[in-house]
Nanobody, 126 residues
Framework: QKQLVESGGGLVQPGGSLRLSCAVS????????IGWFRRAPGKEREGISC????????IYADSVKGRFTVFRDNAKNTVYLEMNSLQPEDTAFYYC???????????????????WGQGTQVTVSS
């Protein structure tokens, strides 16, 4: 049974940093690109980053470019999202998702992903 589990969320002050983890099981991670999404209260779900199955390609939404970094450790079956210079507008529920099908590259479109984690809350506030 395929599963994605996010962790690492929490409360952080503006300007602070957090590292989110997406631990996967039930499938071979190195065959899939993995995306990160977020949903803020009252807003649409937003694709913010994606890393290709090989790790060789990464894309970011303009809203996080230069502040967030995605990377993966296939040996640990985990994908990470390093978030720096966090601002109150980054407050949201963050999700990781598996790109479908195997071997396809990066995307920020939710409809390109077939499996989702339960999410982790990130709150940026002083």
């Amino acid at each position: 049974q395929k599963q994605l589990v996010e962790s690492g969320g929490g409360l952080v002050q503006p300007g602070g940093s957090l590292r989110l983890s997406c631990a996967v099981s039930g499938f071979t991670l190195d065959r899939y690109s993995i995306g990160w999404f977020r949903r803020a209260p009252g807003k649409e779900r937003e694709g913010i980053s994606c890393i290709s199955y090989s790790g060789g390609s990464k894309i970011y939404a303009d809203s996080v470019k230069g502040r967030f970094t995605v990377f993966r450790d296939n040996a640990k079956n985990t994908v990470y999202l390093e978030m720096n210079s966090l601002q109150p507008e980054d407050t949201a529920f963050y999700y990781c998702a598996r790109r479908w099908p195997t071997g396809w590259g990066t995307s920020l479109r939710p409809e390109d992903f077939d499996s989702w984690g339960q999410g982790t809350q990130v709150t940026v506030s002083s």
